[in-house]
C-alpha cells in the first residue's frame, strides 16, 4: 500500500526539548518537503528536497532542521530555537521537483503540543 | 515577492448555488497552478491544475495571466463539496507555496 507516513500522530513537548518528527514514503519520489500549517496562515514551507542528500530552506527554516540521508525518509527536527511550535505538521512528497510532474502526496499530519 | 491570495476564509452558499473560490498569484514567471482539497478527516489532495484544463467534481478553474487570478467555480454546489480549499503556486526550483486557504461549506 503505497504512501506517505508520518508519526507520531500527536506529540507533547516541554519547552527546551528538541523532537523529531517522521515522513517515510514508498512512491519512489524524488522531492519531500515539510510544511506547518495553522488556522488562518495556510500551509507556509518549512524545508524542502529535491533529491537525497541535498535539501533547501523554506519560507519559515528558523528553528527548525531537517535531513535526507534515505530517499524515502526526511525527518523534522523542531528544536528549542522554534519560538512557536504548536502546530499541526505535514509532510508531502512529489515525484520529482521539476515543473509539470505531478501533484503532491500528503501525509496525514503531526500534531505537536509545547507544554 | 512569489504569493498566493485567498481573499475568503470562508464561503457559505446553499447547495445548487454557484460557487467560486478566488485565488490570485503574483509570481514573475510562468506559474503552475494547483487546487487541493482537504475534506473533513482526509488528507490534503490535489483537486485539480491549470496545465490539465479538465473538470474534476463538477469543478474548473482558468489561468487569467492579466488579473493574475486562478480562480475555482463550479455551477451547482453539492454538501458534499463542503471542504478547506487551497490554491497552490509551483515556483522555479522545486518550491511549491500554498494560499492561506478557503473553508466552503454548502448548506441543505
Known amino acids: 500500500d503505497g504512501g506517505i507516513t508520518q508519526s507520531p500522530k500527536y506529540l507533547f513537548r516541554k519547552e527546551g526539548q528538541n523532537v523529531t518528527l517522521s515522513c517515510e514514503q514508498n512512491?519512489?519520489?524524488?522531492?519531500m518537503y515539510w510544511y506547518r500549517q495553522d488556522p488562518g496562515q495556510g500551509l507556509r514551507l518549512i524545508y524542502y528536497?529535491?533529491?537525497?542528500?541535498?535539501?533547501q530552506k523554506g519560507d519559515i527554516a528558523e528553528g527548525y532542521s531537517v535531513s535526507r540521508e534515505k530517499k524515502e525518509s526526511f525527518p523534522l527536527t523542531v528544536t528549542s530555537a522554534q519560538k512557536n511550535p504548536t502546530a499541526f505538521y505535514l509532510c508531502?512528497?512529489?515525484?520529482?521537483?521539476?515543473?509539470?510532474?505531478?501533484?503532491?502526496?500528503f501525509g496525514e499530519g503531526s500534531r505537536l503540543t509545547v507544554l | 515577492a512569489q504569493r498566493v491570495t485567498q481573499p475568503e476564509k470562508l464561503l457559505s452558499v446553499f447547495k445548487g448555488a454557484p460557487v467560486e473560490l478566488k485565488c490570485n498569484y503574483s509570481y514573475s514567471g510562468s506559474p503552475e497552478l494547483f487546487w487541493y482539497v482537504q475534506y473533513s478527516r482526509q488528507r490534503l489532495q490535489l483537486l485539480l491544475r491549470h496545465i490539465s484544463r479538465e473538470s474534476i467534481k463538477g469543478f474548473t478553474a482558468d489561468l487569467n495571466k492579466g488579473e493574475t487570478s486562478f480562480h475555482l467555480k463550479k455551477p451547482f454546489a453539492q454538501e458534499e463539496d463542503s471542504a478547506m480549499y487551497y490554491c497552490?503556486?509551483?515556483?522555479?526550483?522545486?518550491?511549491?507555496?500554498f494560499g492561506q486557504g478557503t473553508e466552503l461549506s454548502v448548506k441543505p
Open positions: 528536497s529535491q533529491i537525497v542528500n541535498d535539501f
Open positions: 497552490a503556486l509551483s515556483r522555479r526550483g522545486g518550491k511549491l507555496i
Open positions: 512512491l519512489n519520489h524524488d522531492a
Open positions: 508531502a512528497s512529489r515525484k520529482t521537483a521539476s515543473p509539470n510532474t505531478g501533484e503532491l502526496f
